[in-house]
């Protein structure tokens, strides 16, 4: 029987860097982005649920949201700035990202490619991806919070314009998040 690489390869997430272009009081790796990352979209798509009458498939939100920078551990985190710095370079990095994914799903037998193609690819859909989108910025948001109650004001401007991308969200599990459960961040342990 053939090795398969593709779970050694997801799991060294844990050796890629974000924010590798800002000093950071305390360095966040991919792979406990990823896991905030879904647990805040499986919120989102609780919220929307329960409380705004959608029909969001929670756990593949959660599952997708688990997976989504998986293509970092062939590309890296290149840092946003760079990514967006033109649209041919994003268009680039972007074809450069499917490559990372059909080299990582090569990565599993054969015989389990299916079952993770969609996953690796995530093809789901816009509502979905918006939904990801936004957990991914809220976990930036999160983060930026920590760095700048740690008394690190190189994450201040990151800070206001993270909070800005996520009130153009018009999504209101979104805003219920942001006024329900982002207001706790800024406590410290004795006041939660």
């Given amino acids: 029987m053939e090795n398969s690489s593709f779970f050694a390869f997801a799991f060294r997430m844990k050796y890629i860097n974000r924010w ?22 499986h919120a989102l798509a609780v919220i929307g649920n329960k409380l705004f009458g959608k029909k969001h498939d929670t756990e593949r939100i959660a599952l997708y949201a688990l997976y989504h ?7 890296g985190d290149l840092p946003t700035p760079v990514k967006y710095y033109s649209g041919e370079l994003l268009s680039s990095y972007r074809e450069f990202e499917d490559h990372a994914k059909t080299r990582l799903l090569e990565k599993l037998p054969p015989e389990l490619r299916d079952e993770f193609s969609d996953i690796v690819r995530e093809n ?7 939904l990801i989108k ?4 809220l976990s930036a ?3 930026c919070i920590e760095e700048v109650k740690n ?14 991308a996520l009130e153009k969200y018009d999504l209101p599990e979104v805003k219920y998040f942001i006024d329900k459960m982002i207001p706790a961040f800024y406590l410290t342990l004795d006041e939660l």
Avoid: P, Q, Y
């Fill in 20 to 41: 590798s272009l800002m000093k950071n009081s305390r360095t966040e790796n991919l792979t406990e982005h990823c896991a905030e990352t879904a647990m805040i979209a």
């Fill in 69 to 75: 920078d998986l293509s970092e551990t062939v590309t």
């Fill in 124 to 130: 789901c859909t816009e509502e979905e991806k918006t």
């Fill in 134 to 137: 936004a957990a991914d910025k």
């Fill in 141 to 143: 948001l999160v983060k």
């Fill in 151 to 164: 008394g690190n004001s190189e994450f201040s401007k990151a800070h206001k314009s993270t909070f800005d």
